[in-house]
């Protein structure tokens, strides 16, 4: 795990703008839970076949995202995400 402490917006409620799988493009509340390899025990490179981190591969290629460990988990339109910290609001901005 190559994250100690929380996200500085973990537990918070932001607007992230993005295709979600299930939940569609434009913007959407997002509920960050922490840093994905907090939660779900791993860099979501290596979690094979978990829904979230398939829908993220595929999402960071289209969308030109940085390949690294970046990456927070959390629930828009009742299902789980990821999201790079570059498409989050500075955490003063959050909504």
Known sequence: MSHTTPHPLAGQTVTVSADFPFVGSGDHSFVVEDWN???LGQSWMFMNGHPASL???MRSAVADLPTDNEVVYGK???FGH???VSELPQSGDAA
């Open 37 to 39: 390899d907090r939660v």
């Open 55 to 57: 829908a993220y591969a």
């Open 82 to 84: 990821l999201v790079h």
């Open 76 to 78: 828009a339109g009742g």
